[in-house]
């Protein structure tokens, strides 16, 4: 199997899996870096959907998009020229994160999965879809060197260095949010926030965790 081959499977895959567990629905996408000027995106179709002869799309970060690509890929060109250690790419839309993004709030570190994104993913204040260049790399600005940012009312992206990390990580994201929204329906807004050194701590993929967590997440994947 080719190197492309085995991306492309791997975006498939992954996206099936995303769908599978709510993490996104007709809309969303994910990426994969496969040099230092290219990545691969998954096909412009509801990833539920995708059957093994949907063809993923190889994309430059140095031109414009490709026909037929989605029009707020141009994000995931612009964070991959911004982040090098970024290897991989998920935008979703999780029911939770939604709920936080339209009240222009993001999780924030409570519990285990929450850690991942100490201090507090980024917030994206802004309702617009991202269908320009300068938009898009406002964007990427904007994330930084945080692992998610969420759109006011529109999901949110996801960073990992690898496609397995960003899943999962999309998946603790969207926990992280509904722990958030637990804790302030019953008044506790400042209560239970985890330490620098807590979240630091445990904040690890040691102990096969990423595996467990990807293993799990596209387990019934066809």
Request: charged share 25%.
């Amino acid at each position: 199997m080719s190197d492309v081959a085995h991306i492309d499977g791997l975006i498939r895959t992954a996206g099936r899996a995303l769908s599978r567990h709510g993490l996104l629905h007709a809309y969303g996408h994910c990426s994969v870096r496969t040099s230092a000027t290219t990545f691969r995106v998954s096909p412009s179709k509801p990833l539920g959907l995708v059957t093994e002869s949907d063809a993923c799309h190889e994309v430059s970060l140095d031109g414009p998009l490709p026909e037929g690509v989605l029009g707020e890929v141009r994000a995931h060109r612009e964070i991959y020229r911004l982040r090098p250690d970024v290897n991989a790419i998920v935008r979703c839309m999780p029911p939770k994160v939604m709920s936080l993004g339209a009240m222009r709030r993001v999780p924030r570190p409570r519990h285990g999965f929450g850690s991942y994104f100490y201090p507090a993913p980024v917030l994206w204040d802004d309702p617009q879809l991202l269908r320009d260049d300068e938009q898009a790399k406002r964007f990427a600005a904007a994330l930084g060197q945080q692992r998610a940012i969420l759109m006011r009312g529109n999901g949110a992206v996801i960073v990992g260095e690898s496609l397995e990390a960003a899943v999962v990580l999309t998946w603790y994201l969207e926990d992280a949010a509904r722990v958030e929204l637990d804790c302030l329906s019953a008044g506790l807004a400042d209560e239970g926030l985890l330490t620098e050194q807590d979240a630091k701590q445990r904040a690890t993929w040691s102990g096969r965790i990423l595996e467990r967590m990807w293993d799990y997440l596209t387990a019934d994947d066809k």
